[in-house]
């Protein structure tokens, strides 16, 4: 069974940083792209970044400069490290994935989801 894992959530005060993970397990024949979600209460689930196969990255305006996203692909992981975060930041992140695995007729996979908590 392909699961996504994350890790690396928690509290922090603003100007501080966190490093998100997310590990894929399972069967996995191949990587397309894997990237990162957030929701805050009472909003939109929205993307933060997305890294492809290839290397390249895209990220929300609200997050460009601030955080770097970066996989490696010999242990399926991706990572977000997130630098000079702001209570607007505080959110449920979840880690997507879209893969091609054993299953024909799924391709798309989500984590469980991480708390990031920025406030004084």
């Known amino acids: 069974q392909v699961q996504l894992v994350e890790s690396g959530g928690g509290l922090v005060q603003p100007g501080g940083s966190l490093r998100l993970s997310c590990a894929a397990s399972?069967?996995?024949?191949?990587?397309?792209?894997m990237g990162w979600y957030r929701q805050a209460p009472g909003t939109q689930r929205e993307l933060v970044a997305v890294?492809?196969?290839?290397?390249?990255?895209n990220y929300a305006d609200s997050v460009k400069g601030r955080f770097t996203i970066s996989g490696d692909n010999a242990r399926n992981t991706v990572s977000l490290q997130m630098n000079s975060l702001k209570p607007e930041d505080t959110a449920v992140y979840y880690c997507?994935?879209?893969?091609?695995?054993?299953?024909?007729?799924?391709?798309?996979?989500w984590g469980q989801g991480t708390q990031v908590t920025v406030s004084s």
């Open positions: 997507n994935a879209d893969l091609s695995t054993p299953d024909p007729e799924r391709y798309e996979y």
């Open positions: 890294i492809e196969s290839g290397g390249m990255t």
């Open positions: 399972g069967t996995i024949f191949a990587i397309n792209a």
